[in-house]
């Protein structure tokens, strides 16, 4: 891979590509509510992520104004609390059974390959989770974050286009010195058409383990052109020259 | 004083209360400008620093859009080039010295007590520097915030209402959560006035050593009803149960 010095600041898709929502979701909704139900786990966390875009496509198309992830987050469970036919679960719980993704577990390079990355790089998040769930999650990883950027401080949700251009902003720098790294192309293209370097991470076990039934396959390779792609954070702080 | 266990997060005001602006700016000035002029680069600070309540507050009264800090200063900065009679100086030596305010020392506290403090509770700075001021204020100095709040997330300058409120949003707290910590009571009334606890610092030292001949003069005790008021940031960390 090329050395690029123009590079200032890394910019990092959150859910699925530092933090593995699938497993975390599962284990935490068991905690919450395996005293009272049996069922699958995983395909319950697969159920609430499945209202993940759907319900921040209703901001992105004006249909309904910004609001924070947290709140289309517990829509959402509540939704499929009902699809589940889980009944009689007070609202406390279901408050704290939403607040799983403020304390999803972290892939096991990703501390390590921030931390390599940080010497070198500006790094902030570039995700759809807000502001407060962000601080959580690394405080809960022990992510040291030079900011948090992202939707809330653009007041819209990836991929539209004002979600990077509001993070490059933030920055000061232009899109050329910011690399938006992700483990999904659509939004690794997103950044690209606002002008961002990108980073491709494979995360195969995103939706669980080869075979899995999730209805989403992870991406082991990228589906459109970017700067570099890796295996894992430690293989980009290597390619970076961290 | 007294414990409390319902704060979760603490903001800090950052020029004046984290950093000493005033001799770091004078020094960098003269890095920048001492090779072609002689002057008393402490009153050239003061001059440039003089600019800068009167610069926000024409965004406060809607006279301009909001700007970043940085643009700001610049603006700043070139009077006080002109009002210094300064002549033949480049549009790039000026562009350099204007990111002084991104490279501020720190008070000899601000460090461990900002590290102590973090071990109990949310920190972020609520200045009016912008984002990427405030990141490069951090690795400068090496401070570990959570998030980056103030300004810039609120499109509005201190002590206008909105940056309070936006930033304990951003926190998804409470006011009552939310402690604002200043060297300055205007901004501690201010913050009050939105509901949220405050911390005065004493500074006593932000314009000068006693007697210096600066128009300003530091708060040694607050001027308005605080809840916590404090030495420096260890004293507060101390009272904080840190």
């Known amino acids: 891979m090329h050395a690029d010095h123009s590079i200032k600041a890394l910019i990092f898709d959150v859910f699925g590509t530092l933090v593995d929502w699938r497993s975390s979701i599962a284990a935490q909704a068991q905690t919450h509510l395996g005293k009272n139900f049996s069922l699958d786990w995983l395909d319950f966390a697969d159920a609430w992520r499945d209202q993940y875009q759907p319900s921040m496509q209703k901001v992105r198309s004006g249909e309904?104004?910004?609001?924070?992830?947290?709140?289309?987050?517990?829509?959402?469970?509540?939704?499929?609390?009902?699809?589940?036919?889980?009944?009689?679960?007070?609202?406390?719980?279901?408050?704290?059974?939403?607040?799983?993704?403020?304390k999803l577990g972290c892939w096991s390079d990703t501390q390590m390959g921030l931390n390599r990355i940080r010497q070198k790089f500006v790094i902030a998040p570039c995700s759809n989770g807000n502001i407060s769930l962000m601080i959580n999650l690394a405080r809960h990883n022990q992510i040291h974050w030079d900011a948090i950027l992202g939707s809330e401080i653009a007041?819209?949700?990836?991929?539209n286009p004002i979600v990077y251009q509001a993070s490059v902003k933030a920055l000061g720098l232009n899109p050329s010195e910011v690399m938006m790294v992700a483990a999904?192309?659509?939004?690794?293209?997103?950044?690209?058409?606002?002008?961002?370097?990108?980073?491709?991470?494979?995360?195969?076990?995103?939706?669980?383990?080869a075979g899995a039934k999730n209805h989403y396959k992870a991406e082991t390779k990228p589906l459109t052109e970017v700067d570099y792609s890796c295996s894992d954070l430690n293989d980009l702080a290597t390619q970076l020259g961290c």
Not at 64 to 70: E, V
Not at 83 to 100: M, R, V, Y
Not at 155 to 159: F, I
């Open 64 to 102: 309904i104004p910004f609001c924070s992830l947290d709140t289309l987050h517990l829509i959402n469970l509540k939704r499929v609390i009902q699809d589940f036919s889980l009944k009689g679960i007070d609202e406390q719980t279901i408050a704290e059974l939403n607040l799983a993704w403020h």
């Open 155 to 159: 007041g819209n949700y990836k991929p």
């Open 184 to 209: 999904h192309s659509f939004d690794l293209k997103a950044a690209a058409d606002q002008g961002l370097r990108t980073a491709f991470v494979a995360r195969p076990q995103e939706y669980g383990p």
